[in-house]
Structures are given as C-alpha cells and as structure tokens.
C-alpha cells in the first residue's frame, strides 16, 4: 500500500541546473499538490491539479512548472534551480471532492539543496 | 478560508493529556475543521476532523464549541514518539487550493 511516493528524496542541484520531481500516488486520487516548506515554517502551495491535464497556480508558483499527464502521477519541473528554492517539497492528493482541507495524503517529502 | 490561530510551541510530559487550542473566529457555515500531524523529515499526516461537538478516534479527540470559533485537539496519554508539529486547518470541499498550512504548534514531549 504504497499511498504517494515521491522521487528523489535528496537531491543537491547547482545554480541554474533543471531537474523534475516526480509524484505518483496509487489511490486513484484526482486531486493533486506540489509543496515546498522551508524551515520552522509551514507548506506553502505551489502548483495543484483537479485532473488528468490540468494544472493551476497556487501561492508561490514562480521558477516551477508542472505537469499531470497520467492521472496518477505530478510533475515538478525546476528549469533553471536557485539558491531560494532549496527547501523540502512534499506531494500530495486527495479523493474526489476534497481537498487538504479536509484530507489529503502527503508524501515523504524530497530535499532539494541548490548550491 | 478561516484565518487559524494557534500556539507556536507546548510542551509536556509522557503520560500526559495534551489539549492543543485553535481559534478561527470567522470560520464559515460550511467549513470543517480539520488536524494534521507532522512529524520531521515526513510529510504532514492527517488525523481527525469534525464539524461540531466532539469527535473522537484511535489518534485523538476533537471539541468544538457551539460557536464554532475555536477547537480543541486533545491527544490522551502522550508518548515521545507525538513529539511533532500539529496543523488546524478549517475550510470546506471548494477553495481549498489556497495557502492552508500555517507555522503550526510545536509539541514537545519530555520523558
């Protein structure tokens, strides 16, 4: 029962380096997140996804892009990485009609260092 | 969504009731309330949530007021192992892909 996996969990990246995190779930969720928390703070929303094919905007969206061609998995895509976004990303989703309001199944979490 | 309000940081010992308070003053007819548990290097792990009255599983117990503007999460008997930060988050089903984590409390549990 694996829930939501992330990949990589540690990854230490120099300045203007690109890379992609995945996120795969199998609960057959349509609502998926991206994250980032940076610390002693909590989990700002960068980008989400209410379906296969589609993607929007969350809080801090700037310097990332992202991608749901299959239904179970979420992309994160950093094309040119920067020192601010060194931080800790977690994915997450949720059943149809809820959201990490009310529910949400988060991932170990990946370790971005940029340097 | 309701703005939360929460202590940073509690501490307590083993074997303790701890009751972590959170004040939402303008939560709305169709918002939840809802707890997450965070503990380091994971992500935040769901553990209850309720609308009004009191709610209780294996993890916790959840009070709300009538008024709905605060709520209490109450873990009984804590161990070293819920040392962790505790997430109040309140909304509904629509509006939720929004900025919902806040700083959180830090519970401490000593031996």
């Known amino acids: 029962n694996a829930g939501v996996t992330q990949t990589p969990k540690f990854r230490v990246l120099k300045t203007g380096q690109s890379m992609t995190l995945l996120c795969a779930q199998d609960m057959n969720h349509e609502y998926m997140y991206w994250y980032r928390q940076d610390p002693g703070m909590g989990l700002r929303l960068i980008h989400y996804s209410v379906g296969e094919g589609t993607t929007a905007k969350g809080e801090v969206p700037d310097g990332y892009n992202v991608s749901r061609l299959k239904k179970q998995n979420f992309l994160l895509g950093l094309e040119s990485a920067a020192p601010s976004q060194t931080s800790v990303y977690f994915c997450?989703?949720?059943?149809?009609?809820?959201?990490?309001?009310?529910?949400?199944?988060f991932g170990q979490g990946t370790r971005l260092t940029v340097v | 969504l309701a703005k939360t309000t929460q202590p940073i940081s509690m501490d307590s010992y083993e074997g303790q009731e701890v009751n972590i308070t959170c004040s939402h003053n303008?939560?709305?007819?169709?918002?939840?309330i809802t707890w997450y548990q965070q503990f380091p290097s994971q992500g935040p792990r769901f553990i209850i949530q309720?609308?009004?009255t009191k709610v209780t599983n294996e993890v916790a117990s959840l009070f709300i007021p009538a008024d709905r503007k605060s709520s209490t999460l109450s873990l009984p008997r804590v161990s070293l192992s819920d040392t962790a930060v505790y997430y109040c988050l309140v909304g509904g089903n629509t509006g939720g892909f929004k900025t919902i984590f806040g700083a959180g409390t830090r519970l401490f549990v000593k031996a």
């Open positions: 997450a989703s949720s059943p149809p009609g809820r959201t990490p309001v009310t529910e949400a199944f």
């Open positions: 309720g609308y009004k």
């Open positions: 303008n939560i709305a007819t169709n918002d939840y």
